[in-house]
């Protein structure tokens, strides 16, 4: 018998309290577990010894926890070197950890591969295991990441509000989604399309580099047609020349500790856009919203079927360190569309650590602003259930 | 018999269209009604004869319109004159309307008491209604608006998950909520503590002018304590002197480095704070999102007491129509707390029309930088049922 460490870090997610639970409802059931411990803020929690004790926490709470956005035991955007993780590894052993779960992204999976490295040149017994969450959706091997699909639901549910807001008041609307590398996370806005003349007409992704003028022109050729549009912006879109447009929107960006430019929570980029559109249309009315934070934590919405996989990822961690040494928890999708489902299997931290996954080209449109039918039939059943809407307007006018 | 319109305008909400509901059928009823018209894109649509016939509209699909955010029929910002509301009134005669409800805010209800006036003036029979909607709050007379539990919802749900996003990741964490004069929206945000050490730990309100000086050290106060702190700014605050925060950091911009007039700025207040906390304070991690049109229009969120009584207003304006010759429909609270219910009453255009209602005194706490108890047990029914949440970081420390 030895004791377990679980911990969640970088961004928060939606599910990512489901995947924690999924862990310690697991792990209270593994034979070889004694105490369970929540390490909190991450890799600074197991190096201050900032344990809670979760071995015997209520189950009453841990389901609302399960539903809670946010990362239920706090989270940490320290990137460990080799340094940091031998006081990780002298904790463990101090505390008889031989058991560590890591709830996170690629940076993460980076982080659970150096500790578990090290564990075995020192030739200390430990299970080191990855469980994958990301609002990006940007990991490699898994088929989606948990985390995604909830955070699909929010922008496709916000696109769908906007969109009719749209119609409402019209002109041009400018929405910029989360993505730091990768535009899974904007493309799924194209949940929000239920009519053939709804937006998000227009989809702008980091993996299809524009010029500003042509992106200008294609709004105008929309706005023509529809006396309106509404487009879907990744805050980390670039020009044909590399250079992300949130870069030249900003005099200087903030650097966070893993060298990323920080791209969240300013308006710098939508007012770029939303002033480049306005000169260059000579359209009166152009809005422009930044969702934010509310992506990845929004309290009371989630997808069933990522948070009911979010857990499952967590139980399975758990699972496979009763006859692995180590890796990350991944989903190959078995079945799609009404029958969807996905079978859990264990791949390499190598194989999931630093690098990120683009959006697939079979999924992004040919004239590269908009996805295919593909990405709708993949992404779909990850944002589960989605409300449905009327409008009213385009009834047929009655003449007099 | 004769024939009704319908119509909606100024900003949207999210119940707007279930009081488009309950005037269609209830009208659907009335003895006295024949054809129901949506007039599309409110005024507008009146000149322009821009009609759509909704007497036999398809009862399992109004279902669907009373779920959907924004306005169904369109909306319009035109602040019609007399010249324009005697077209208004020559098509009314012209296609025999003698029924005019319309779906609005104080400036629909001014409209609403112009053609009004002017059919009385001119011996047009002609009967109108105004049936409130806003997200702000602010209307007079009534005790609430329909469309602001709603919005009160969405914007407590979003405080609710970037609270524990602020756990996670602590810092400084600045929400810009809608007010275009009033606080009530942005008070609603308290809603989201559940926790003595939950946020928003500061509420900002216009009724409440502050020196940004004041602001930065309640700030710092606050992390002090908790080693970060979240806070719900309301669009509209504005200093001691009088001039908005808005105003404030427009000037600031187009005096930056790059000489360049910014557009009334999506994040503009929001990036204008978050520099002021940032250097007066000498926090390193400042982040501020600004809600924008998601507060007011998304799909899938709604108060179940709010599209309740939206829809009831809308029928109660159809039944008033029988035996009033005008006015607005409003609430008053018979009861409050578990068995909270309201009671309709009829009340004159000119009490509705034109000027707004401030957040009471008795709602705003004595430092001016929160709300009362007595206003979260007015506010609690109307947002209706909330999310609940855990966070573990908080339980006791185990110790080795």
């Given amino acids: 018998m030895a004791n377990a460490v679980v911990s969640q870090s970088g961004g928060p997610t939606g599910v990512i309290n489901a995947s924690l639970v999924g862990v310690i409802e697991e792990a209270k059931k593994h034979p070889g577990i004694d105490k369970i411990y929540g390490a909190v803020h991450a890799v600074r929690g197991m190096v201050q010894e900032d344990f809670v004790d979760l071995t015997d926490a209520d189950p009453a709470m841990l389901e609302i926890v399960a539903v809670s956005p946010s990362s239920a035991l706090g989270s940490s955007r320290d990137k460990p070197d080799a340094e940091y993780c031998e006081k990780i590894l002298a904790i463990f052993k101090k505390w008889d950890i031989r058991y560590f779960f890591y709830i996170g992204g690629n940076d993460s999976a980076n982080t659970c591969k150096i500790i578990n490295d090290m564990a075995i040149e020192i030739g200390y ?23 995604y699909g909830t955070a699909a639901k929010f922008v496709a549910c916000a696109l769908m509000g906007d969109d009719l807001d749209n119609r409402a008041l019209p002109g041009v609307k400018i929405d910029v989604i989360m993505g730091r590398d990768a535009g899974w996370l904007t493309a799924a806005t194209a949940l929000a399309i239920e009519r053939p003349d709804d937006g998000p007409h227009l989809i702008y992704l980091p993996e299809r580099p524009i010029k ?36 030249k929107s900003k005099e200087d960006s903030e650097v966070d500790s893993h060298g990323n430019v920080q791209l969240s929570g300013s308006g710098a980029l939508a007012d770029f856009l939303a002033e480049k559109i306005k000169t260059g249309t000579g359209i009166g009315r152009v809005r422009a919203d930044t969702f934010g934070y509310l992506q990845r934590s929004f309290a009371g919405l989630q997808s069933d ?70 990405f709708i039939e993949y992404v779909s059943p990850l944002a589960g259930k989605m409300p449905q809407t009327e409008y009213l307007g385009n009834l047929p006018k009655v003449t007099k």
Wanted: aromatic residues 6%; charged residues 30%.
């Fill in 125 to 147: 017994d430990l299970k080191a295991f990855h469980v994958p969450k990301t609002v990006d959706n940007d990991l490699r091997t898994t088929d989606h990441c948990p985390g």
């Fill in 212 to 247: 500003i003028e042509d992106m200008v022109a294609q709004v105008k050729e929309v706005y023509d047609r529809f006396g309106r549009c509404v487009i879907a912006v990744s805050e980390s879109i670039r020009d044909t020349d590399g250079v992300g447009f949130s870069k």
């Fill in 305 to 374: 079927t990522d948070v009911d996989e979010a857990r499952r990822c967590g139980r399975q961690a758990v699972i496979y360190s009763k006859e692995h040494q180590s890796g990350s928890v991944a989903m190959k999708r078995v079945s799609n569309g009404a029958d969807y489902s996905v079978d859990l299997f264990l791949t390499d931290l190598c194989n999931v650590a630093e690098h990120t996954k683009e959006l697939l080209d079979e999924y992004i449109n040919e004239a590269g602003n908009g996805v295919t039918d593909a």
